[in-house]
């Protein structure tokens, strides 16, 4: 082990051990070109970690593709050694999320992929296993490390007695090291005065400083390319200097590879077994066809000559110094070997992926085991390479393809559903039984179909026509096929009786009722007390799990929240939550919970849910979001809150929807428009989405609240008779509906447009239908004792003052601070009487009018249009026209 010059670098390292003796961890990376002495100081590391507990790895670049790797290498050990009672104690709590990674027999769950939560197991198993005692990760090249290991790696917890150090290859390092190691090690090129030293140690003789001055000059002081040229030279003196001068670095290898041509067979055969299988160099003997006898006596002949193979640079040397096809030969006995010497299925797998040949039904099955446990361990994306591999051993028109199609769609679900849904419609064809290709058919989610192409929904449909007489299957068929008629007016009428001759006994039945409701609640095509009946009943059945977010179960939480039944959801999903081990999981019912939280009064918490979603980015998510979208929008949309509503559309993924899901979207925009002073730009945007969301059939009023923000966005403008006409139209529709939420916004909203005692009727209507809900509520008083402080009402105070109170209750910050300054009487928020004229030449400046032209317009002179604003900027609280459009919703009408 030649340390020569490495005196601070040891230093370093040993301080590091030092501080993890005392408590603190560490990441020190160890960088360099090849030869400079990385695996050197790792060595010497050890050495020095006495009472420590020290875990090693070596990363090869053939097993990047075995999740999780690298993490069994260092941890498996210690569990082994630990024994079973430590090792159980080890694996519990949270650091039990981390079993399956270490368990190859574990039963594979392919619905269910747990890549985050492994990382996060891991994590706290380091964490306990450095607790019970301080703790040396040691690992060399760092580069060639499986991600899912790096990303473990990358959150080893500071802040307890870990200390990791790896060493990684200049050139060869990805942008994981920016995140990775706060220290980093370089070691420097050996001075001439170290070359000399180390000449003579190697050679026993005391060198010519001609011949150190050519050794350091072609060597670059590189000790390893310094020992490969002290192979090839007969004594350190003056006359050996010219001999190395014709050396460089880039030709050292060649001269390994000349070297090693100059072998006997059986010493060539070995060596390049050892570089084939790499860290599995046990197995080198076997794979060359040599005894243990003769593997020794090849060991040793290559160690005379200079080839230690226990060196990487050796073994790639050895490895690049053989042809593609002798290198792909190599490789598909080495993997045979394996496989037939008990090695886990990803570990061949892995290798499987660099061999282009077919290799025969036991690849196949290899591959496919492997797939299973990489999706169990959470790693898809491995599933699916391993999968893609297999494919390319079966024929292109069989059944067995078909199958290996399934598993790939399977595992392709959880990052590309796209892909997912295509490999489905292809594996379809291939079976010849219609039972198989209906099983194909409902691996697809009901929600992932709503961006499916149409080749994809006539096979849906030809299946289920082929069927007979599987009603489990036939279930689960006819529900994808009515998602994808969830845009089609014509289509979904037939829902509500359908859903009426379903008892919901098997999950093919509960499934179905889940979509037949959705239906009849974005229709509203059943009164909203049933289909809360309903979705609570369905929920019940289903036991609370975060892969939910796969399911068709979404649409029941939606359908309570629109139903005015949320707090039936909140238990479920809280116990769906505490479950979920990813952040699209996470993100999904964060989601959902916003949705609930808004429609039980708690805006406060509802914003801090969506905002959670958001930063878990579960617009990103690759599923289907449209449930997701249309609950954001909701809690965006009610909060009035422009941050959230730029943050949602920022989110949103490029791609073709149906018209209907994408008018959620507009009708966000839309209130993102209006906030901004945009109105008619955004009246005209709600209308827009109004025209699409009756064509398709959603009508549903609190789902999508367009016709409340239309009347709003009428008066605004100064259209008085328009916003009630809109106002009254969604009044209508909420009743219709029968949700108390719906109905109340409704009224509040008409009674404010509403002059008189007709609209004061309203208001207080309003505010006892909304009872329950105390963000709606507060709202609905606001309104109440604006109005009636105007007109000197003796109770206004007491409304006004029970308002702010459920405002501050349910955590609505802007909307308790509007009501305080209405309480002050001096808030331009103030609901203020103007007169008839004064309101109409006040609507007919905020429509863009100048004082002339609204002069010709009532008949009147100029000044008396000037007096007219005068007095509508005193009562109103403002200056000047321009702020006329965002006050002048704070006046109540004339009475008529």
Avoid at 346 to 369: F, K, P, Y
Avoid at 459 to 475: P, Q, R
Avoid at 488 to 506: F, H
Avoid at 684 to 689: E, F
Wanted: charged residues 25%.
């Amino acid at each position: 082990m030649n340390l020569l010059e490495r005196t601070s670098e040891l230093q370093q390292l040993t301080r590091a051990l030092e501080r993890v003796r005392d408590g603190h961890g560490d990441q020190i990376v160890i960088t360099g070109p090849l030869g400079c002495g990385k695996s050197a100081l790792l060595e010497a590391i050890h050495a020095r970690a006495t009472g420590l507990r020290v875990l090693t790895a070596h990363c090869s670049a053939l097993e990047q593709d075995f999740a999780f790797g690298v993490a069994r290498q260092l941890l498996d050990p210690a569990l082994s050694r630990a024994g079973r009672e430590t090792a159980q104690r080890w694996l519990t709590g949270p650091a039990g999320l981390a079993r399956q990674v270490f368990e190859d027999d574990a039963p594979a769950d392919a619905a269910f992929a747990v890549q985050e939560a492994a990382v996060s197991g891991l994590t706290a198993l380091t964490a306990t296993i450095g607790a019970d005692r301080p703790t040396v990760l040691l690992i060399d090249d760092l580069q060639w490390a499986d991600h899912p290991s790096l990303q473990w790696l990358a959150g080893t917890p500071a802040g307890q007695p870990i200390l990791l150090v790896a060493t990684t290859r200049d050139g060869e390092r990805g942008p994981w090291l920016d995140t990775f190691g706060r220290n980093e090690i370089r070691p420097g090129p050996l001075s001439p005065g170290a070359v000399a030293e180390l000449v003579e140690r190697r050679t026993g003789q005391q060198p010519d400083d001609e011949f150190v001055a050519a050794c350091h000059a072609a060597t670059g002081g590189n000790p390893l390319f310094l020992c490969a040229v002290l192979s090839h030279v007969t004594s350190p003196t003056a006359a050996q200097a010219p001999h190395v001068r014709e050396l460089r670095p880039e030709r050292l290898k060649e001269r390994l590879v000349r070297g090693l041509a100059g072998l006997p067979l059986h010493a060539r055969n070995y060596a390049k077994a050892v570089a084939t299988l790499g860290d599995d160099d046990e197995l080198a003997g076997p794979l060359a066809g040599l005894t243990e006898p003769q593997a020794g006596a090849a060991r040793y002949t290559l160690d005379q000559a200079g080839l230690p193979t226990c060196r990487p640079a050796v073994r790639d040397a050895i490895e690049e110094s053989m042809p593609v096809g002798e290198r792909e030969q190599w490789q598909a006995k080495a993997v045979k070997l394996l496989h037939d010497n008990g090695r886990p299925a990803e570990q061949v797998a892995a290798r499987l992926l660099t061999i282009t040949t077919v290799q025969g039904r036991w690849a196949i099955d290899t591959l496919r085991q492997a797939a299973a446990t990489a999706l169990r361990r959470g790693a898809p994306e491995f599933a699916a390479r391993y999968l893609r591999r297999a494919l390319r051993d079966v024929p292109d028109d069989s059944e067995q393809r078909a199958r290996l199609l399934v598993d790939l769609a399977t595992a392709e679900r959880f990052f590309d559903p796209g892909a997912s849904v295509r490999h489905i419609s292809y594996a379809v064809p291939l079976f010849r039984d219609v039972v198989e290709r209906a099983a194909a058919l409902v691996r697809i989610a009901p929600t992932a179909l709503s961006q499916a192409p149409r080749p994809v929904r006539d096979l849906i449909d030809k299946v289920a026509a082929d069927l007979g007489h599987d009603k489990e299957l036939a279930y689960r068929l006819e529900a994808r096929q009515r998602y994808l008629w969830h845009s089609d007016p014509a289509l979904l009428a037939d829902s509500v009786q359908r859903l009426k001759e379903i008892d919901g006994t098997t999950p093919g039945e509960r499934e179905l009722r889940m979509i037949l409701l959705d239906a009849a609640m974005i229709t509203a095509r059943l009164p909203a007390h049933e289909v809360a009946d309903i979705a609570s009943t369905v929920l019940n059945q289903e036991p609370p799990h975060p892969r939910h977010i796969h399911t068709a179960i979404p649409l029941l939480i939606k359908a309570l929240a629109a139903a005015d039944a949320a707090h039936l959801a909140v238990p479920w999903l809280d116990q769906a939550l505490a479950q979920a081990t990813n952040t699209a999981e996470q993100a999904l019912i964060r989601a959902q919970q916003s949705f609930v939280l808004m429609h039980l009064g708690k805006p406060g918490e509802a914003h801090r849910a969506a905002e959670h979603a958001l930063d878990l980015a579960v617009l990103d998510w690759r599923g289907d979001t449209t449930t997701a979208a249309i609950g954001l929008t909701a809690v965006a949309t009610e909060l009035r809150d422009p941050a959230l509503i730029a943050k949602i559309l920022s989110s949103r993924r490029e791609r073709d929807e149906p018209a209907a899901a994408d008018a959620v979207y507009r009708m966000l925009a839309a209130a993102g428009d209006a906030l901004a002073g945009e109105h008619e730009q955004a009246l005209d945007r709600l209308l827009d989405c109004g025209r699409v969301f009756d064509a398709a059939g959603w009508r549903n009023p609190v789902l999508l609240p367009w016709g409340v923000a239309t009347a709003r966005l009428h008066a605004q403008l100064g259209n008085l008779p328009a916003a009630r006409e809109a106002a009254a139209q969604a009044w209508d529709r909420a009743v219709e509906w029968g949700a108390p939420i719906g109905i109340g916004r409704a009224l509040y909203v008409l009674g404010r447009y509403t002059p008189g005692r007709k609209g004061l009727a309203m208001l207080d209507e309003a505010v006892q239908v909304l009872h329950a809900n105390p963000f709606e509520r507060a709202k609905a008083l606001l309104q109440l004792g604006a109005r009636q402080r105007a007109d000197g009402h003796p109770h206004a105070q007491r409304h006004l003052d029970e308002a702010h109170r459920l405002a501050v209750h349910s955590g609505a910050e802007r909307l308790a601070q509007r009501i305080a300054k209405e309480l002050d009487g001096n808030s331009p928020g103030m609901v203020v009487a103007l007169t008839r004229t004064e309101f109409k030449v006040a609507g007919l400046v905020v429509r863009g009018l100048t004082n002339a032209e609204i002069a010709d317009e009532l008949s009147v002179t100029s000044r008396a249009v000037e007096k007219h604003l005068t007095n509508s900027f005193r009562k109103l609280g403002i200056r000047r026209r321009t702020e006329l459009p965002a006050a002048l919703p704070r006046a109540y009408p004339p009475s008529a």
